[in-house]
């Protein structure tokens, strides 16, 4: 009589979100709603978004242009305001830019200067100074490659939705903390915004929301040299894209530091990493270094851009008045040249998210069995904290109160608030499913009753 085989011992039970064909099933279908949305959301941004009408957008547009027809990168100089920008996203789009059609401008001044009425055909009267260039309802079929490196520019933000889940998954080991941090930057107006405009801002976002998941998984899981030189890498591509990543070198010595080693083994690793992602800019920063005289071209910022140029010191009012309350409102959502903001309800739902979010943090620590470890804690302030200061820099030399100069950092300001919130005593799946139901339904609310009403029909001057 045949021997019977022994039984197949049961495999273990599979963690949230890692392996097991039911985990990943039942993860799968969230996440795939959460980016379809998300990809359709930028879309429809892109297209109700008159092209031109969005901060920059024609000097990146022209950045692009001159790299496709002339293989060289730009000079910075007047007339050329974005020539000071790192290549690498123009490098992406160049291709599309081989077109000299865009829409005309209504006339050579700043934005709140346009002299011109506009009143649609029906009659109505817009305020002056929401547009600063001329459309017609027959531009949805004008300026394709504009529109196809927009369509480009929304898949690089798709990316950075699908990376912030990566990170939040990774700062907590749990699926929702990453599902709810993707919602919140999918929803985020600003982002849908800015991330179906032509723009370096997207790719930034993006890049640093790799950065941010690379050097969480560095924290969590242990060194390796190519979890280290891949994090090296996307932090050297971050600051290609836009100086303002510049401030990722803090938090990544700080996971190297941190890594459970004796010192002299993680002096070596950040000397090599950091080397090499100095060895990436390198070249981008020598070129700068010859022509103006500083690798960063901010010496000749005051001959290039002269107009902009309103210098003031830390302690003046515009930073205790205008500065803080400006870049939140901008963080959130204003739209075309700074000139649409938001029904203020929206402001204040996500000032109460924040406040909330800020709240279950403080319970988190307090909790110390329920808080990330101080290292990932600290990495994930260090991104807001540092990105803060360089645009209190920049606003040194510049009016610019700009929510969007924070969006290196957003990726960390997502994962914190999904922590924070998550670490409220009372919070419970239900409620993340309520509030990501909101903010998508308050992106669609500030699409269909905001925007699509302030450009469409078209005005007629």
Same mark, same amino acid.
């Given at each position: 009589?045949?021997?019977?085989?022994?039984?197949?011992?049961?495999?273990?039970?599979?963690?949230?979100?890692?392996?097991?064909?039911?985990?990943?099933?039942?993860?799968?279908?969230?996440?795939?709603?959460?980016?379809?949305?998300?990809?359709?959301?930028?879309?429809?941004?892109?297209?109700?978004?008159?092209?031109?009408?969005?901060?920059?957008?024609?000097?990146?547009?022209?950045?692009? #242009?001159?790299?496709?027809?002339?293989? #060289?990168?730009?000079?910075?100089?007047?007339?050329?305001?974005?020539?000071?920008?790192?290549?690498?996203?123009?490098?992406?789009?160049?291709?599309?830019?081989?077109?000299?059609?865009?829409?005309?401008?209504?006339?050579?001044?700043?934005?709140? $200067?346009?002299?011109?009425?506009?009143?649609?055909? $029906?009659?109505?009267?817009?305020?002056?100074?929401?547009?600063?260039?001329?459309?017609?309802?027959?531009?949805?079929? #004008?300026?394709?490659?504009?529109?196809?490196?927009?369509?480009?520019?929304?898949?690089?933000?798709?990316?950075?939705?699908?990376?912030?889940?990566?990170?939040?998954?990774?700062?907590?080991?749990?699926?929702?903390?990453?599902?709810?941090?993707?919602?919140?930057?999918?929803?985020?107006?600003?982002?849908?915004?800015?991330?179906?405009?032509?723009?370096?801002?997207?790719?930034?976002?993006?890049?640093?929301?790799?950065?941010?998941?690379?050097?969480?998984?560095? +924290?969590?899981?242990?060194?390796?040299?190519?979890?280290? =030189?891949?994090?090296?890498?996307?932090?050297?591509?971050?600051?290609?894209?836009?100086?303002?990543?510049? =401030?990722?070198?803090?938090?990544?010595?700080?996971?190297?530091?941190?890594?459970?080693?004796?010192?002299?083994?993680?002096?070596?690793?950040?000397?090599?990493?950091?080397?090499?992602?100095?060895?990436?800019?390198?070249?981008?920063?020598?070129?700068?270094?010859?022509?103006?005289? $500083?690798?960063?071209?901010?010496?000749?910022?005051?001959?290039?851009?002269?107009?902009?140029?309103?210098?003031?010191?830390?302690?003046?009012?515009?930073?205790?008045?205008?500065?803080?309350?400006?870049?939140? #409102?901008? =963080?959130?959502?204003?739209?075309?040249?700074?000139?649409?903001?938001?029904?203020?309800?929206?402001?204040?739902?996500?000032?109460?998210?924040?406040?909330?979010? +800020?709240?279950?943090?403080?319970?988190?620590?307090?909790?110390?069995?329920?808080?990330?470890?101080?290292?990932?804690?600290?990495?994930?302030?260090?991104?807001?904290?540092?990105?803060?200061?360089?645009?209190?820099?920049?606003?040194?030399?510049?009016?610019?109160?700009?929510?969007?100069?924070?969006?290196?950092?957003?990726?960390?300001?997502?994962?914190?608030?999904?922590?924070?919130?998550?670490?409220?005593?009372?919070?419970?799946?239900?409620?993340?499913?309520?509030?990501?139901?909101?903010?998508?339904?308050?992106?669609?609310?500030?699409?269909?009753?905001?925007?699509?009403?302030?450009?469409?029909?078209?005005?007629?001057?």
């Amino acid at each position: 009589m045949a021997t019977p085989p022994p039984p197949r011992p049961e495999p273990p039970p599979a963690r949230e979100g890692r392996a097991g064909d039911g985990t990943r099933r039942r993860n799968v279908a969230p996440l795939a709603t959460l980016l379809s949305l998300s990809l359709a959301l930028l879309i429809a941004w892109s297209l109700a978004i008159p092209i031109f009408e969005a901060p920059d957008e024609p000097l990146h547009w022209q950045y692009a #242009r001159h790299l496709h027809h002339t293989r #060289r990168l730009p000079v910075y100089e007047p007339g050329f305001g974005e020539a000071n920008s790192p290549p690498l996203y123009y490098l992406l789009i160049a291709p599309l830019a081989g077109t000299r059609e865009q829409p005309p401008a209504f006339a050579p001044t700043r934005p709140g $200067d346009n002299p011109a009425p506009l009143i649609t055909p $029906d009659g109505i009267v817009h305020p002056r100074g929401l547009r600063v260039y001329e459309h017609r309802q027959s531009d949805f079929g #004008r300026y394709g490659p504009i529109r196809l490196a927009r369509l480009l520019t929304a898949l690089i933000s798709l990316l950075a939705v699908f990376l912030c889940y990566q990170a939040g998954r990774e700062a907590s080991g749990r699926e929702s903390t990453g599902l709810l941090a993707a919602a919140f930057i999918a929803f985020l107006p600003q982002f849908t915004f800015r991330g179906g405009n032509v723009s370096n801002d997207a790719l930034v976002t993006t890049l640093c929301a790799l950065s941010l998941f690379l050097l969480l998984r560095l +924290l969590r899981r242990g060194f390796t040299w190519r979890l280290g =030189f891949g994090a090296a890498a996307a932090i050297a591509a971050a600051f290609l894209s836009k100086i303002s990543a510049i =401030f990722l070198g803090a938090p990544f010595v700080l996971a190297l530091l941190a890594q459970k080693a004796p010192l002299r083994k993680r002096l070596l690793w950040v000397g090599v990493l950091v080397g090499v992602a100095v060895l990436i800019v390198l070249p981008w920063a020598l070129r700068n270094q010859v022509l103006y005289g $500083d690798p960063f071209a901010s010496r000749v910022m005051r001959e290039a851009v002269p107009s902009l140029v309103d210098p003031k010191p830390l302690t003046s009012p515009f930073f205790r008045r205008v500065f803080f309350a400006q870049t939140y #409102r901008s =963080f959130v959502g204003v739209f075309g040249w700074m000139s649409l903001p938001m029904a203020e309800w929206v402001y204040e739902g996500y000032r109460q998210v924040f406040w909330l979010a +800020l709240a279950g943090l403080v319970v988190r620590v307090l909790r110390r069995a329920a808080a990330p470890s101080a290292p990932v804690l600290l990495a994930l302030l260090l991104f807001p904290l540092l990105n803060l200061l360089i645009v209190v820099y920049i606003n040194l030399t510049f009016t610019q109160p700009q929510g969007r100069y924070l969006f290196p950092s957003l990726p960390a300001i997502a994962v914190l608030t999904a922590l924070g919130l998550e670490g409220v005593p009372f919070w419970s799946s239900r409620l993340s499913a309520v509030l990501v139901a909101l903010l998508a339904l308050a992106n669609v609310c500030v699409l269909t009753g905001t925007v699509i009403p302030a450009y469409w029909p078209a005005p007629v001057p």
